[in-house]
Nanobody, 127 residues
């Protein structure tokens, strides 16, 4: 069993920055991939960024490329999402997720490949 706890959400003006954190607890060695997803009201949950925890390689949704950076601190079992140049359309509940698959199944950010989820942290960007 893996538990994920997000933190770092909040309210910011457009153009600002936030850093989300996701601390993992439990049998984390079973996971090969960590991802960030977001869900805005009335919309589907969408993948934002993923990191293959073994290779360290990353992938991003087109909408956040060049603005968001996913990283990991293995010593702390924590994954981060640095969000810069935030836009009002980035407003959503952000969820951390852990998956069993490395490589292409990690980078594809398919919700079905992530078996563990955090409770979410709200990000609100005002114009």
């Amino acid at each position: 069993q893996v538990q994920l706890v997000e933190s770092g959400g909040g309210s910011v003006q457009a153009g600002g920055s936030l850093r989300l954190s996701c601390a993992a607890y439990g049998y984390i060695y079973s996971t090969q991939c960590m991802g960030w997803f977001r869900q805005a009201p009335g919309k589907e949950r969408e993948g934002v960024a993923a990191i293959d925890t073994g290779a360290g390689a990353t992938s991003y949704a087109d909408s956040v490329k060049g603005r968001f950076t996913i990283s990991q601190d293995n010593a702390k079992s924590t994954v981060y999402l640095q969000m810069n140049s935030l836009k009002p359309e980035d407003t959503a509940m952000y969820y951390c997720a852990a998956g069993l698959w490395a490589g292409s199944r990690c980078y594809a950010l398919d919700r079905a490949d992530f078996g563990y989820w955090g409770q979410g942290t709200q990000v609100t960007v005002s114009s």
